[in-house]
């Protein structure tokens, strides 16, 4: 009785994790039709390759959850990507303090927006617009067009290294990214639901005045989260640079849709306060398991594009629908 | 004042058009060039295809929309145009064109007002599906528009030519639509406050269906301008449509939450951001350091717009 009361509590997110399971056992089971042990290390892998949307996605999740919406996320994952490796120059020793250095711009940039949302009473997605606009000219001109440096082994091995030793398929027990994405996952799962952080979340996002009337600092806390989700997408970019170990223009560009995307297919709503992490992570899942279905396919990208176009219709119409029937 | 009337409207557009003259001004007396007959009609060119855009998002906003499909719109349109008209000849094919910009319009009202998608979601997701079906239709730029239709668009009269007609002709007539006939008051009410729109007995649903029917509409409108201007089809040529056309309106005075502002506002800003990249190259200025400008050149316009409607 009391399971069956957390599922109707939570219908949307378990709907959508239903959903998740659906397809992976479509895509597994009818259309590669692997054995269970290399689906097992086929998914793995997917959850590996994951790392940068998730991370940029559950930072996305904690600004619309306080009624904000961050544009400049895959300008910031781009700007990420290009700084770590320019500072880095493909050496060891350098790792620690070019991610810190990388880190630190990023924070930056998420207080400069946050600060001017908060004080200058704009709307957050043309402030973001905005900022996306600058930080793209900034890195352009700091690059010249031709960005340079590179990526140390050491480091590329956070996204390419799997603890444990190889079992059946799969190169180990499970992929040092996945840790890191999972890792940052629990910890905001954490203070979202242990700490005073996780009320003062949805108060703020749900109803400013009131949070403030309740003694909390509404515009404070905006602005950290927006230096939050700046910091996640610095890391995302990071990890991106990881994966592919060196730098290009605008990679961080397509975690933006993307990031909208499975935030909303997870039951975060654009009004603030309604929604959760950990539906995100589904929509994240779902997205990465949609292109490598497209991909296997062989429909390319725009077999993707139809495909999640009318998969966010479908989820967001059924989240309607339970939403206005428990009314 | 009464909000969308067409004082209050004017009031919102005052600081996009003065930082239009300013830069007019300055531009005409740091470049040769910009002062000529030649880069006046490059401007109204390259103004016509995002001012009708935005013209069309004007609507959709005004009732309490946002429509993010606008951009691949474009680009679909641009596509089908560029790909078939040789085929199935011209006149067919401009309409067909425009018969799908006005279907996924209607499909983004019926999926906000039936389905209850946020219009944010749902329009994110018909460009998804409209940039899946550009791309299908055509994988690399190419195709061809009629040599005739191209010389027709670049054709001028003095200070007239054809795109300036055209978006002189479609402002006008929308701008009628919104301030003259009962549908441009619904809209208003339903921007200001759905709650009371639903309880006087609006047709919400009809509205908002036709506000985004309106949008697809233009911008399909939009897309054979384009297309014919770089006289080919790309799927990808509308990529920053969507947001620089939600700036131009904003910047117009138009409030993002809807029920106030206008056309008059949104022409303003259509033209101060077709403007900008023109401005800023004549001017010589770098086209990285151009982002930068642009961007704080739109914080600027929204700062002005703040202090005016406090």
Not at chain 1, 254 to 264: F, G, K
Not at chain 2, 103 to 125: Q, R, S, Y
Not at chain 2, 128 to 139: E, V
Request: contains cysteine; positive net charge; glycine residues 12%.
């Amino acid at each position: 009785m009391k399971f069956f009361n957390i599922f109707k509590r939570n219908l949307i997110v378990f709907s959508i994790y239903i959903l998740l399971i659906i397809i992976a056992i479509v895509f597994y089971g009818l259309i590669i039709r692997l054995p269970l042990s290399k689906s097992i290390a086929h998914f793995l892998d997917l959850i590996r390759q994951v790392a940068p949307l998730s991370l940029i996605s559950l930072g996305q999740t904690l600004v619309l959850l306080v009624g904000g919406i961050d544009l400049s996320v895959g300008a910031i994952a781009s700007l990420a990507n290009i700084l770590s490796a320019n500072f880095m120059k493909g050496e060891v020793s350098l790792i620690p303090i070019s991610v810190f250095l990388t880190l630190t711009i990023c924070i930056l940039i998420g207080f400069i927006s946050g600060i001017v949302i908060v004080k200058v009473k704009m709307p957050p997605f043309l402030i973001t617009l905005a900022m996306s606009s600058v930080i793209r000219g900034a890195y352009l001109l700091y690059t010249g067009g031709a960005p340079r440096g590179g990526i140390a082994n050491e480091f590329r091995s956070i996204a390419r290294e799997w603890i444990g030793s190889p079992i059946g398929n799969a190169p180990g027990i499970f992929p040092v990214a996945g840790i890191v994405w999972i890792a940052v996952f629990v910890a905001l799962l954490f203070a979202i639901n242990k700490t005073i952080f996780g009320v003062e979340l949805y108060a703020v996002g749900g109803n400013p005045r009131t949070a403030w009337l309740s003694g909390f600092n509404p515009n404070k806390f905006t602005i950290g989260i927006y230096m939050l989700s700046a910091t996640l997408a610095g890391m995302s970019g990071l990890m991106h640079s990881a994966l592919i170990g060196g730098a290009l223009l605008h990679v961080g560009d397509p975690y933006l849709l993307d990031s909208i995307a499975a935030t909303c297919m997870g039951g975060t709503t654009f009004d603030g306060g309604v929604g959760g992490i950990v539906g995100t992570i589904a929509g994240v899942l779902i997205i990465q398991l949609l292109n490598a279905i497209t991909t296997i396919m062989g429909m390319k990208e725009t077999g993707k594009y139809i495909v999640l176009g009318l998969l966010i219709i479908a989820i967001l119409s059924i989240n309607h629908l339970i939403a206005s029937s428990r009314r | 004042m009464l909000e969308g009337s067409l004082k209050r409207q004017i009031n919102l557009a005052i600081p996009v058009y003065t930082i239009i003259i300013i830069m007019t001004v300055a531009g005409a007396i740091g470049s040769e060039y910009f002062r000529t007959l030649n880069n006046y009609h490059n401007i109204i060119y390259r103004v016509a295809a995002i001012a009708i855009v935005s013209l069309g998002q004007t609507v959709v906003m005004l009732a309490g929309g946002i429509d993010l499909s606008v951009g691949n719109v474009l680009a679909l349109s641009s596509c089908i145009l560029a790909t078939y008209n040789t085929s199935f000849g011209l006149f067919p094919t401009i309409l067909v064109t425009l018969i799908i910009g006005l279907l996924i319009g209607v499909i983004n009202g019926f999926g906000e007002t039936k389905l209850g998608v946020p219009p944010m979601v749902m329009t994110l997701a018909t460009m998804s599906i409209a940039k899946g079906l550009s791309l299908l239709i055509r994988p690399t730029p190419g195709g061809s528009i009629p040599y005739g239709m191209y010389k027709f668009f670049d054709y001028k009269w003095g200070l007239l030519s054809f795109p300036l007609i055209l978006i002189l002709l479609l402002g006008s007539t929308l701008f009628l639509i919104i301030h003259c006939t009962k549908f441009g008051r619904y809209i208003f009410c339903i921007g200001g406050n759905k709650l009371n729109a639903k309880k006087n007995g609006i047709p919400i649903v009809k509205i908002k269906i036709t506000s985004y029917a309106i949008c697809g509409l233009l911008a399909a409108i939009a897309g054979i301008i384009m297309s014919v201007r770089i006289s080919s089809g790309d799927a990808l040529i509308g990529e920053t449509f969507a947001l620089d056309s939600i700036t131009a309106v904003v910047i117009g005075g138009t409030a993002m939450m809807g029920g106030e502002g206008g056309i008059v506002g949104t022409l303003g800003g259509a033209l101060l951001i077709a403007m900008i990249s023109n401005f800023l190259n004549l001017l010589g200025i770098n086209p990285m350091t151009q982002y930068i400008i642009k961007g704080l050149i739109l914080v600027i316009a929204l700062a002005g717009k703040v202090k005016k409607s406090d």
